[in-house]
């Protein structure tokens, strides 16, 4: 079974643009997840999407947005990038949404680079 | 609301010695425990989790971890260590009362393996 896939897997944008990110999920799992990771703050949760719906939402500015599709595939964009946007993007699926004890699967990531 | 605190940020060790990463959480609710592993340019990729019953759980690359309800802890061991384990490892809580808000991950902490 092939894993999360996320595209591109690097991205190079300069200030005040915007950038979408690409997620397919774990075939079968209806979950996905998207973390932020950088070296100061860490890895930290965005948001979570389950049946093409937001479920739940980390502390983020609004610029920060996401959709889910009926083949559960997710993209998140950024709007109006700032230099701190720049981080690895990762992306997680699971089986179901709302359940802890589902193992979360991540994928390489998207390393964005904001100039 | 939870934390996680991995009070190192690195720890150095020789080939086939024993190692500890330690892990503290903090949470007014009920939590599972997972610990991740990330090598260079790669996801994170679960090594192991508890969600109830024994305290002491075990992955398949002799790593082990016990629950320390008492001291919230959740410290990973491993008693002989490979060169192959080099990498970043981040310990990570979810509330266990249903729903989700994704997981809450510690700072990671940089295990590295000298010959």
């Known amino acids: 079974k092939a894993g999360v896939t996320q595209t591109p897997r690097y991205l190079i944008k300069t200030r005040g643009q915007q950038v979408t990110l690409s997620c397919s999920p774990i075939?079968?799992?209806?979950?996905v997840s998207w973390y932020q990771q950088t070296p100061g703050q860490g890895l930290q949760f965005l948001f979570e999407?389950?049946?093409?719906?937001?479920?739940n939402k980390g502390n983020f500015p609004g610029r920060f947005s996401g959709r889910q599709f009926s083949n559960s595939r997710s993209e998140m964009n950024v709007s109006t990038l700032e230099l701190g946007d720049s981080a690895l993007y990762l992306c997680?699926?699971?089986?179901?949404?709302?359940?802890?004890?589902?193992?979360?699967?991540f994928g390489p990531g998207t390393r964005l680079t904001v100039l | 609301a939870q934390s996680v605190t991995q009070l190192d940020s690195q720890v150095p060790v020789f080939e086939e010695a024993p190692v500890e990463l330690r892990c503290n959480y903090s949470?007014?609710?009920?939590?599972?425990l997972f610990w991740y592993v990330q090598y260079p340019n790669q996801g994170l990729q679960l090594l192991l989790k508890?969600?109830?019953?024994?305290?002491l759980v075990e992955s398949i690359n002799g790593f082990e971890a016990e629950f320390n309800k008492s001291q919230t802890s959740f410290h990973l061991r491993k008693p002989s260590v490979h060169i192959s384990d080099t990498a970043e490892y981040f310990c990570?809580?979810?509330?266990?009362?249903?729903?989700?808000?994704?997981?809450?991950f510690g700072k990671g902490t940089h295990l590295i393996i000298q010959p």
């Open positions: 075939s079968g799992h209806r979950s």
């Open positions: 999407y389950f049946s093409e719906t937001q479920r």
């Open positions: 990570a809580v979810s509330r266990s009362g249903g729903g989700a808000d994704g997981l809450t």
């Open positions: 949470s007014s609710v009920s939590v599972y």
């Open positions: 508890y969600l109830s019953g024994s305290t």
């Open positions: 997680a699926s699971s089986l179901r949404a709302g359940k802890s004890t589902d193992t979360q699967y």
